[in-house]
């Protein structure tokens, strides 16, 4: 009969869904009787054996229990910390809070290309190869290392002029997101620093196009790299008048950079899964977090006092602890009121005085939720140990002095009492535990404190749903620069400085405002035109992924929208290349920014059938964009099922709850890896190769596009999105039979992971990542007019039914290693890269 007691306990007491009425009706069923006729000394001793028995395999399943709900908890909050990654130009190591993924060479386009690769590359210094042909053949892309251009700075920046440049490749764990911004050398607030420094691209008389790039105030220097041999440079970026505000903005004056990371939002939540304090919410005397301490005093304000601190067993910070306790008061259910109490730990007792007599009672005390905040207020462990071994010492204590002896009816009832009382409190606990557990499962659930941050190009405001890090304005690079970097970027209204030398000296880069150029639009887009751009910095919590997808003005199914509207980039005939950006379909523009000062502008983007597919793809017709972001999905909403059947599943139920999620475009497959689900399969597309102005990244276009406001027809006063063609022919093998072959592309997304990035020169992924593809690095060709960006394009391409004529438009060709300012070896002259795409957890 014990034995079965005993093995029944061990089951509830590791399932949620425990049957404790029965237990109770087992237990006092058992005691009425078996302990209603006389008891001879061994029938006592005996049943004291087996109740001492049944009483630690409660105490060892309970903390068995206890132990793995803390292991699992322990383990998905583990499991749901975002991680990022950022490249540190100018460096050879990361700051100490991050983890280094490798050291390595910043590598580039030359800057007397014209159809320049316009981005930086962080080179590992242990490259990798696939298919190969050593030697230079001229129908290609190259990538050479990378100068600072810095004779016009003083001090320390001078002495590193012509030097080559090193990066540094960094992961940091507990973020959500990390940017750069320009103007800015300090974070905002709520921001974590990761680096400071200085705004660089190349020169902007340059034949190459470049990127904005944020280069480490404190550079280093690659060793014997001093020498004048040029590839990718480094000049700094000066702010001109015309179209960006002056003031704030000062003319010639060097802009300095800042990025930094959001940490991943750590508030605690009520029974409702609500906020117990709203973000922001700050308190002079309340020096810790806010939303787990109670009461406490204030080490500043030089008060000489003492504080019991309830449910905390540790010191605030600057406090001494006294003693630690348990907070104790007089039975709830008594007519006497009483008072909190906090008993020591380990107490003591007085000689002798173990009669129970009453008098004033101390009790624990529990936390019941409701009013109460839960979480934080509960703590399972704790549960465990006071019921568990208060059970053990009632039974145990209460046989041992009360079975050695005959007896009485009396005694067996103030017994059966006594046992009531126990099986009361174990019901209780265990309804108590499953209560806690579906409470943590819905606080999981609410934590999913993953953080993406966009820009929302024409507005000054964010949408509802967003938080504001900045309005500021729109800045790019002047529109007749050959040299010019190529993207637009997001300028704050306070912009801070660093080291500077006032006056435009020419030899370097320039941000300039950006402006409208919509007047071949109808309706209100026409009146925009000349007008100045305004922006804004989102941050959206609570989602892990943000795409913009070209083409399209809904949302896919399971995405949620954040804005749509217009695809832009610069005129396609003009010297700059640029980059196609979404600005929203109701934009505002900046007050008395309507002359016609130019600097970076957004056309209207049309589509060009030739390479593009027509249809569904018509000549002329202006394309439409879509912010979205992927809402996470959980199986949150089996969690609290399935805790009545099995508590022990916690990791499993919950291990995929909050867990980020991450995009990325597999370009040249129609497919996406096993391991990650196919958004939509589409068309690769960009601007064409003889365009000057081109904006210079691959888009991957839908199958099925939606329209806006269009008016069909080829105007000279736009830029244009053409499809995209293979060009192997120097190859051998299979790749050399995809010659002028249409490119498809494949929208991917993986689940349970919090970055992903594309290494270069590598076709394994570093330990702890995993490969999505890999691939050959692919660029446009590097004296086309056209800029373009590195790629990578899967080692195993398929092509597009039917897009096998050539018919050019944005073309992708194999890249080659230059030495010079490329360290040689490793690299070697004239052999083609290759890259893998990874994901880390």
């Not at 910043?106 to 962080?122: I, K, N, R």
């Not at 990025?259 to 709203?278: A, H, M, N, R, T």
């Not at 992927?630 to 909403?637: A, D, F, Q």
């Not at 360290?823 to 290759?834: F, H, I, S």
Request: overall charge neutral; charged content about 20%.
């Amino acid at each position: 009969m014990i034995f079965g007691i005993i093995t029944l306990m061990m089951l509830t007491t590791t399932r949620a869904d425990v049957n404790t009425e029965s237990c109770k009706d087992m237990l006092q069923g058992y005691l009425t009787g078996q302990l209603s006729s006389a008891l001879g000394a061994y029938q006592v001793e005996a049943l004291r054996r087996e109740f001492k028995s049944f009483t630690d395999v409660i105490e060892n399943s309970m903390k068995m229990f206890k132990e793995k709900i803390d292991t699992d908890m322990k383990t998905i909050k583990d499991a749901r910390n975002s991680s990022v990654v950022y490249t540190r130009w100018g460096k050879k190591t990361c700051p100490s809070s991050t983890e280094l993924v490798f050291s390595g060479y910043t590598g580039g386009s030359g800057h007397t290309y014209s159809g320049a690769a316009v981005e930086p590359l962080c080179l590992p210094r242990n490259p990798e190869w696939g298919i190969y042909r050593d030697g230079v053949e001229g129908n290609k892309n190259y990538l050479l290392g990378a100068e600072y251009e810095t004779e016009t700075v003083s001090g320390y920046m001078s002495t590193l002029h012509n030097h080559d440049v090193p990066c540094a490749v960094c992961l940091v764990r507990k973020r959500s997101v990390v940017k750069m911004f320009p103007a800015r050398k300090t974070c905002l607030r709520g921001w974590k620093l990761e680096y400071q420094g200085y705004l660089m691209a190349g020169y902007h008389g340059h034949a190459a196009g470049t990127m904005y790039t944020c280069v480490d105030s404190h550079p280093d220097t690659l060793h014997g790299g001093q020498t004048d041999k040029n590839g990718y440079l480094f000049y700094m970026v000066e702010a001109r008048c015309g179209s960006l505000k002056c003031p704030p903005y000062v003319e010639g004056r060097e802009l300095v950079c800042v990025v930094c990371s959001k940490e991943k939002y750590s508030i605690q939540w009520d029974d409702q899964g609500q906020p117990l304090f709203p973000a922001g919410y700050t308190t002079k005397y309340l020096k810790e977090n806010k939303n787990l301490d109670i009461c406490l005093a204030d080490p500043d304000a030089r008060a000489v006092i003492v504080v019991s601190a309830a449910a905390r067993k540790t010191c605030f910070k600057l406090w001494k602890l006294e003693y630690q306790g348990y907070h104790m008061t007089g039975y709830h259910g008594h007519a006497a009121g009483t008072m909190y109490t906090c008993v020591d730990s380990h107490p003591d007792t007085l000689h002798r005085e173990r009669s129970d007599k009453n008098g004033y009672l101390f009790y624990l005390v529990e936390a019941r939720c409701g009013s109460l905040k839960c979480p934080p207020f509960y703590n399972i462990a704790a549960i465990a140990d006071v019921n568990t071994g208060s059970c053990k010492d009632m039974l145990q204590g209460y046989l041992t002095g009360q079975l050695s002896s005959a007896l009485g009816a009396y005694q067996v009832e103030a017994l059966r009492r006594e046992f009531k009382s126990f099986t009361d409190v174990m019901e209780n606990s265990m309804k108590l535990s499953k209560d806690i557990i579906n409470t943590d499962l819905k606080a999981v659930k609410n934590a999913r404190n993953s953080s993406v941050v966009y820009t929302r190009w024409g507005k000054k405001t964010c949408p509802s749903n967003a938080e504001l890090v900045f309005s500021g304005y729109a800045g790019g690079s002047y529109y007749t620069h050959t040299g010019a970097a190529v993207e637009p970027l997001c300028l704050p209204k306070d912009p801070e400085w660093g080291i500077y030398r006032d006056g435009a000296t020419g030899n370097g880069n320039f941000m300039y405002g950006a402006e409208y150029e919509t007047n071949t639009l109808s309706d209100f887009m026409s009146k925009l035109v000349h007008d100045d751009v305004p922006c804004a910095v989102c941050l959206i919590r609570n989602r892990s992924v943000l795409k913009m997808f070209p083409a399209r003005k809904t949302c896919l199914n399971g995405w949620k929208l954040e804005y749509n509207g217009y695809l832009m980039a610069g005129h396609h005939s003009h010297a700059a290349g640029t980059q196609y950006t979404c600005v929203d379909s109701h934009p505002d523009t900046v007050h008395g920014g309507q002359k016609d000062k130019h600097g970076h502008m957004f056309y209207p983007v049309e589509a060009r059938c030739c390479s593009l597919k027509c249809p569904p793809y018509v000549e002329g017709r202006e394309l439409t964009c879509v912010m979205m972001i992927g809402i996470l999905i959980t199986i949150m909403m089996l969690a609290t099922t399935r805790a009545d059947v099995n508590t022990g599943s916690c990791k499993d139920m919950l291990q995929d709850a909050g867990n980020s999620s991450v995009v990325y475009t597999r370009w040249g497959k129609k497919t996406c890896p096993s391991n990650a689900e196919l958004v939509f399969s589409g068309y690769t597309g960009g601007s064409s190769h003889i365009h000057t102005g081109a904006a210079v990244e691959p888009l991957c276009l839908p199958r099925d596009p939606e329209w806006g406001i269009y008016w069909d027809g080829t105007e000279g006063a736009k830029n244009y999105v053409y499809g995209a063609e293979y060009e192997t022919s120097t190859l051998s093998g299979y790749m050399s039979t995809l010659h002028n072959h249409d490119v498809p592309c494949a929208m991917c997304l993986v689940r349970n992971r919090s970055v992903v990035k594309m290494f270069p020169a590598r076709k394994t992924c570093f330990k702890g990542w995993k490969s999505e593809y890999q691939g050959f690095l692919m660029a446009g060709y590097h004296s086309h007019v056209a800029g373009t960006q590195y790629t990578c394009v899967d080692t195993h391409p398929d092509t597009l039914h039917g897009g096998q004529t050539n018919k050019d438009g944005y073309l992708f060709y194999l890249v080659e290693a230059r030495c010079g300012s490329l360290k040689c070896p490793p690299y070697v002259e004239g052999k083609e890269l290759t890259c893998v795409v990874c994901s880390k957890e």
